[in-house]
């Protein structure tokens, strides 16, 4: 028998992390769709960022409340899946807390002891999550674009994360009560399972705790697997791809546009009949003239824009400061990275089904992205500025703007005439250069 769970267990161990490996492989395949990008510069600055923004959470907690519970929630269950590594040895050989023996009767109890605490964090930040979300009223939650599964998809992440640390407990109250009853030898210290709960628990039988700490120790087991793979379906996917999100984050001074040296050394010439056509281009340039201008689909954009859509976490936090957003416009900076998303997913499952592209006859402008979104954006910065994961929603709006203006010719009237002035005038306005300063005649 010992060994059947033994076999299961390691079955359900491949599984779910082969699974797991399957679906992070298609994120990566997706990803590299995109063209590449040159990130990989400045490193100090790009560890101390990643170190900062991902790991210590930095620009959560600039909205406090949220930000501090969002710390204990995920804190406290990274570290309680500290215990996979027990949960793993004990389930393939058949031990018993087996991190006992390693650590020595001191240090577990300081573990375990921990252990509790946080997950007793984290049922607190979980259950003011789902109030604040589902009864609270925070407008950039209860957004209509959060409708359907995105909303569904932020409940389910609660209501797994509160039923593992309920398996957690349970686990931990059966073991502590057959541990003082003789039947289990004295492993760890469980400051809340051992005052809280136990009462409840003592009132069970014997079998009956065997039976809840063995199931309860499983649930967690296969919930963690479960929710492993539940997380590429999910916003959660931030959990982990926040980190390279940070590292390939764009580093320059926000404002900086990524000009185009092929169509900066054009318009040189254009303008300065002096302008040197060998001169050397400026550092960090893309010298080569690109096959398409700007972006009409995700082949277009380039890999770190589709890894920002893989990494959104739906907050909301940029929607809620983009000024066109609230003044009414029909352009949310969080829906362009879900829509990215989308659309990105399903040109993979495009190709999983045929084994290349196949023109599907869509494209992310248009068929996701209007137009009208596109051309809301006052190109403020302000939602980069407030993502907790410094995403840049900006860019993809930038890129698939540039391809309506230099390969559709698609821009407003108002910038067209604005384009023609500068073309023909090098100045904004329809008059020409000469009278220019005629405003201060008199
Ligand atoms: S840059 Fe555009 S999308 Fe971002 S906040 Fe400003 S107006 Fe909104
Ligand atoms: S882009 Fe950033 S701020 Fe906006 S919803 Fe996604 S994670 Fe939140």
Request: net charge neutral.
């Amino acid at each position: 028998m010992q060994y059947i769970d033994n076999i299961i267990f390691l079955i359900l161990l491949v599984a779910g992390f082969g699974l797991f490996a399957k679906s992070l492989q298609k994120i990566y395949r997706n990803i590299r769709l995109g063209r590449e990008i040159n990130r990989n510069d400045r490193k100090p600055e790009r560890w101390e960022t990643m170190a900062r923004v991902a790991m210590g959470q930095s620009k959560m907690v600039k909205r406090p409340v949220a930000g501090i519970l969002h710390l204990f929630v995920y804190v406290g269950f990274i570290i309680i899946n500290i215990e996979l590594i027990e949960i793993i040895v004990d389930g393939l050989f058949g031990t018993h807390r087996f991190l006992a023996t390693i650590l020595g009767h001191g240090f577990y109890n300081a573990f375990t002891a921990t252990l509790e605490i946080l997950a007793l964090l984290v049922v607190i930040g979980v259950v003011v999550f789902f109030i604040r979300r589902n009864f609270y009223g925070v407008k950039r939650l209860t957004m209509k674009e959060l409708f359907g599964w995105p909303k569904q998809d932020a409940n389910w992440i609660l209501i797994i994360e509160f039923a593992l640390m309920v398996a957690f407990f349970t686990m931990n109250t059966s073991d502590w009560v057959l541990q003082q009853k003789g039947l289990l030898p004295e492993h760890g210290n469980f400051p809340i399972s051992s005052t809280i709960l136990a009462p409840i628990f003592n009132n069970f039988g014997d079998s009956f705790l065997f039976f809840t700490e063995r199931a309860a120790w499983w649930f967690h087991f296969v919930g963690i697997l479960f929710f492993m793979n539940y997380l590429y379906y999910s916003k959660h996917l931030h959990i982990i791809l926040a980190f390279p999100s940070t590292w390939y984050a764009n580093l320059d001074k926000k404002g900086k546009f990524n000009n185009l040296e092929s169509v900066t050394k054009e318009i040189k010439l254009m303008m300065d009949p002096n302008a040197d056509p060998y001169a050397a281009p400026a550092e960090g340039a893309e010298t080569d003239v690109p096959s398409k201008f700007g972006a009409e689909d995700v082949f277009d954009l380039n890999q770190v824009q589709l890894l920002n859509a893989y990494s959104c976490t739906e907050c909301g936090r940029c929607t809620s400061v983009c000024p066109a957003n609230i003044t009414g416009k029909k352009l949310s900076p969080r829906l362009i990275l879900m829509k990215t998303r989308d659309r990105l997913e399903e040109v993979g499952r495009n190709i999983d089904k045929n084994g290349k592209f196949v023109d599907d006859g869509k494209k992310l402008l248009n068929d996701y992205i209007t137009k009208e979104e596109l051309w809301a954006c006052t190109t403020c910065n302000a939602c980069t500025e407030a993502c907790p994961v410094l995403l840049d929603p900006l860019s993809i709006i930038f890129e698939m703007r540039r391809f309506l203006v230099m390969e559709q010719s698609a821009a407003p009237q108002e910038l067209n005439l604005m384009m023609t002035n500068v073309e023909n005038n090098a100045a904004p306005w329809q008059y020409n250069q000469a009278d220019r300063l005629n405003w201060a005649n008199d």
